[in-house]
């Protein structure tokens, strides 16, 4: 149980573009969804806390107007890369929490290259 | 402020040498510590959630345990398919990752 997934896995865009990453649970309804980014060889860093229904909260230093988050269900969050550059060519990752535990489980990421 | 500190960065063990690895964390209310396998262009991969000091789990060649200021990971005879970065986060009002442990077992 507790499966979470992304799509695309990957995507390549041209700069100035916008991209949209799907993060969905599919075994289980998430309230509470999150989007990270991870560079190489470092830590997880959590860009946004995305709530069913309501609007995202975002972490200091984070463009919310950049990182569109949109959680319309309990099982679907989407992140949009609005205007790429090639500084946000990244690895983005979900996650999401089951029921009131704090664990979290992830998605396999979706690796983005901005062109 | 809450931190979490992951050591060593690297670690090469030998197929069956068994080892740690060290979470040391500071957090005002911790409500859990987690540990993740990572492994590359991967998203982690959850282990245990730990909740109070002296409290262990397990699975398969792993043992993770709690104190007040620092988790384990143990592994007891490990094999290739070990290899992983393994992520240490704590729970207090967010959520704070460690930069992991690259661990690669040598056949």
Known sequence: GAVVSQHPSRVICKSGTSVKIECRSLDFQATTMFWYRQFPKKSLMLMATSNEGSKATYEQG???DKFLINHASLTLSTLT???AHPEDSSFYIC???VGQAYEQYFGPGTRLTVT | EDQVTQSPEALRLQEGESSSLNCSYTVSGLRGLFWY???PGKGPEFLFTLYSAGEEKEKERLKATLTK????LHITAPKPEDSA????AVQGDKIIFGKGTRLHILP
């Open chain 2, 85 to 88: 970065t393994y992520l240490c």
């Open chain 1, 62 to 64: 984070v463009e919310k």
């Open chain 1, 81 to 83: 890369v609005t205007s």
């Open chain 2, 37 to 39: 396998r990572q492994d």
């Open chain 2, 69 to 72: 200021k620092e988790s384990f």
């Open chain 1, 95 to 97: 996650s999401a929490r």
